[in-house]
């Protein structure tokens, strides 16, 4: 099992998918000074729907999933949330870990210690 570092891109929101959904708005505005840019990435956050924000912060979850599976290590493809996660229109605030990766999980513990 590798350990990943405090404050991993591997698991932070920002960089798992924050960032690439205000980035998808802001390519659309095209700008060549720095000011400007500072100004259209500051909207385009405005812009995004909150639909959009509130499976940025499951998709950490699913990432947890991956590493726990491949025993540590993040030699994964990044999971998608999927729409059976979105029912009736409402995001959950967390998403049930498979069981069998679960166990999983905790047996990679216990042989660790």
């Given at each position: 099992m590798e350990f990943q570092p405090a404050k991993s891109p591997d698991m932070n929101v920002l960089d798992l998918s924050v960032f690439n959904a205000i980035q998808s708005v802001q390519y659309r505005q095209p700008t060549h000074e720095v000011d400007a840019l500072i100004g259209v990435v500051m909207a385009s956050f405005e812009l995004l729907p909150s639909r959009t924000l509130d499976k940025c912060?499951?998709?950490?979850?699913?990432?947890?999933?991956?590493?726990?599976?491949?025993?540590?290590?993040?030699?994964?493809?990044?999971?998608?949330?999927?729409?059976?996660?979105?029912?009736?229109?409402?995001?959950?605030s967390s998403i049930v870990c498979d069981p069998e990766v679960y166990a999983n999980g905790v047996a990679t513990l216990k042989q660790m210690q």
């Open positions: 912060f499951l998709t950490p979850q699913k990432v947890m999933e991956c590493i726990i599976k491949h025993a540590g290590d993040n030699d994964f493809r990044l999971p998608r949330v999927s729409k059976h996660y979105i029912k009736n229109g409402l995001i959950p």
